[in-house]
């Protein structure tokens, strides 16, 4: 036995397929002095009962290209290890049973195409003809997806384990970890029951023991058990091993070939949790007993699809326990409570098939201090504060569970858990009319329903019951004024004596402004792509106040924190519950402001645009700031959230002679469409930068000014971009656009739609997404050539545009 390292520069913790495929591939980097510890054997866990279907589309292109890498590292794994995989590309086939689901299909294949996939749609006699077990009464079509394949998800970890000790990797089974130490906030090592490693960085991919791992460092990985269960049967007839895994979302199954049987699962819509009070310790290669009652749903609904399985001998009942996120995708990142602590967990029984490329990507995070590239779905950043509270966690976990084979509708809200957040005008918002959904805990409104229209959404891939309410909110706004509830924002005051110092290395914008300057920037990552996308105001000489999106409160707070330079005298406070937005926008909004304010500082002289001044309502001190996400002229009205009551009543008053309405997000989303403003994450990643995104003019790349992503982007500039965000519309008003359409130039695939929707004063669908050319973007020909849209899997005329569809000029929110 070789002797205990008592030190490692890495840490990894959990040996199963995803803790394996980190070290293997943090080896590989050249990472010699790693470390994995198993607590009990390697596939102890969850691996060793996984299914080991390995499945590759995913509505978000990085978690595709994800699962991409993973199918890439599985190929060659055989032949680098000598160690066999069970790998096999045998492809993925997608029964629907509705004309529904069918559509949703349609939506799938138009997003393979933009991911580069092949995704077939096939009748139900094609789909028999590749399934011939199965009856097909109810099948009304199907889908295909050669290149998805299965494994065996103990082989498949015992190749990537040797492949890390080939590379210089340790793995060390039995021995668990005890504690983690911690010293003036960083890594030290970690303590196990057969003695003490020191380190710098840890790796928790501890599975479902994830969550009570990181609460040692004082990391939150919000993530539940959930029992799950599927039948092994014996041999049967017609079965092979060249037989594609089937997914039968309808009828809430699936299915795989083993050993010239059929293993048969499925996601049940009354999931079962486990371990509520802790996951017992000696819980190491065990299951849980059969539960058949609960299983009987399954079966019902399994055997009248493939009868053989009715007759069939069972070898096996599995009910193995795994780990299940609130959102349905996994966790992977530098934990925000702890630099040089890393997670890979929560993989929602899809581990096997995102293991490999899920290593390969936190190796690289590990490696280069940041992703390799945009890995905001899955990034432990996503997450606030009701993710801290387990009871709101599992809750939510459950439901997602009982969703994971229904419909993905476009907009779809979850229900439970809710309300956790809410603004101080929730009630008044909620006798309005409001329909509210959910981001990071906050209820937010969407839409508001006129009297006698319920408030609930009916979802749909054409026209949901919400379009006709949303239109009327965006033309008030256009026409006359709305008022917007955005309090959920993330608002952040940083303060010190070097706090413009900071923000001027943070940002790509020029800040150095004197007080009551507003300035839209972006901040940058090493490569130059777009990590943030904020308003700052400066409020003094020493003070700065930071807004940004709701959902990026985390990771916006991170960035910044873990990205200013040392040294500095400067400090962040976040302040998002102690403060209320009101956003009163539209041509008449500086009315209603002065009424309200009693003549108030309001005029263009006395607050022009991109500039903040206090302004008093209802004897509120308020603090109005001249900046708009929908193309309106307008005010974001920034309060203390115990005046809200007093402030959103008076603004109502005044507003009542000028036609005011309370509006949603969704009438923002198509306002900003119109507009051509960047949404973070769907427009602007990590992967894009300013100038690919047509955000040049808010770089100081020319002031002399340093800052972080300056060099990546002068070196990017002088080799030329080979992409540029354009607008997209389609003058068919019957064609309904959701984001993730395919791009085509002269018959060529050249882009696809990161989001999209209808405008309602332009009147036609809009969208917006990156045309490629390897060979260097160039404006004019940009404009050149036949632009055509796949939606659903048909081609639409399509018109490209390089300035906004309203008020390119700008004259409206600068009036």
Sequence with gaps: MS????????????????????????????????VLLERGRLTCGSTFHAAGLVGQLRSSASITRLLGESVAIYRRLEEETGQATGWKRNGGLRLACSRERMAEYERQATTAHSFGMEMELLTPKEALDLWPLMEIDDVVGAAFLPTDGSAS????????????????????????????????????????????????????????????????????????????????????????????????????????????????????????????GGIPKNFIFDLL??????????????????????????????????????????????????????????????????????????????????????????????????????????????????????????????????????????????????CFGEKLGWERPNWFAPEGVTAQDEYSFGRPNWFAHVGAEHRAVREAVGLFDQTSFAKFEIEGRDAEKALDWLCANNISKPPGSLTYTQMLNRRGGIECDLTV?????????????????????????????DGLDVSLREVTEERVVLSLMGPRSREVLAAASNGGPVSTAEL?????????????????????????????????????????????????????????????????????????????????????????WAVKNDSGIDFLGREALVQRRAEGFKRRLVGVTVDDPDVVLLGRETILKNGERVGWLTSAGWGYTVEKGIGYGYVRDENGIDLKALREGNYELEVATVRVPAKIHLKPLFDPGNERIRS
């Design 3 to 34: 002797e205990f390292p008592t030190q490692a520069r890495v840490v990894v913790v959990g040996g199963g397929i995803v803790g394996c495929s980190t070290a293997y591939h943090l080896a590989k980097n050249g990472f010699h002095d790693v």
């Design 153 to 276: 998800p103990v082989d498949l970890t015992q190749a990537l384990a040797r492949g890390a000790r080939m590379h210089g990797a340790s793995l060390i089974e039995k021995c668990p970890v005890t504690s983690v130490e911690i010293e003036d906030g960083r890594i030290v090592s970690v303590t196990t029951e057969r003695g003490r490693i020191a380190c710098e960085i840890i790796v928790n991919c501890c599975g479902q023991w994830a969550h009570e791992f990181g609460a040692m460092a004082g990391v939150n990985v919000p993530l539940v058990s959930v029992q799950h269960q599927f039948m092994i049967s014996g041999s049967i007839e017609g079965v092979h091993g060249d037989l594609p895994t089937l997914r039968d979302p309808d009828r809430l199954t699936y299915y795989k070939e083993e050993v010239g049987g059929l293993v048969m699962g499925g996601y049940e819509p009354n999931p079962i949790p486990w371990a509520e």
């Design 289 to 434: 007993d059969p539960n058949f009652d609960h299983f009987q749903q399954l079966a019902d609904l399994a055997f009248p699809r493939v009868p053989a399985l009715e007759g069939a001998v069972i070898r096996q009942m599995i009910n193995g326990p795994e780990s299940f996120t609130p959102d349905g995708n996994f966790i992977l990142g530098e934990a925000p409570e702890q630099p040089g602590y890393f997670v890979a967990a929560g993989f929602n029984a899809f581990g096997i098939a995102a293991a490999g490329g899920a290593g390969w990507a936190l190796a690289g995070w590990i490696e280069n201090g940041e992703p390799p590239f945009d890995l905001w779905p899955v990034d432990i950043r996503r997450f606030g504060p009701s993710h801290r509270q387990i009871d709101w966690v599992r809750s939510r976990t459950l439901e997602l569970y009982g969703k994971h084979y229904t419909i993905s509708w476009p907009s779809e809200e979850h229900e439970s858990a809710r309300p956790s957040r809410k603004s101080p005008l929730y009630d008044r918002l909620l006798s309005a009319g409001a």
């Design 537 to 565: 105001a400066r409020m003094s000489e020493e003070l700065f106040y930071i807004v940004t999106g709701t959902g990026f409160a985390t990771h916006d707070r991170c960035w910044i924190e873990g990205n200013w330079p």
């Design 608 to 696: 022009r645009f991109s500039t903040h001044a206090n302004v008093l309502i209802a004897g509120i001190s308020v603090c109005a700031l001249r900046m708009t996400y929908v193309g309106e002229l307008g005010f974001e009205l920034h309060l203390p959230s115990e005046g809200a009551g007093m402030v959103y009543d008076a603004l109502m008053e005044a507003g009542r002679s000028h036609g005011i309405v309370n509006a949603g997000y969704r009438a923002i989303e198509s306002l900003r469409l119109e507009k051509g403003y960047r949404a973070w994450a769907a427009d602007i990643t990590p992967n894009d930068t300013p100038y690919e995104a047509g955000l040049g």
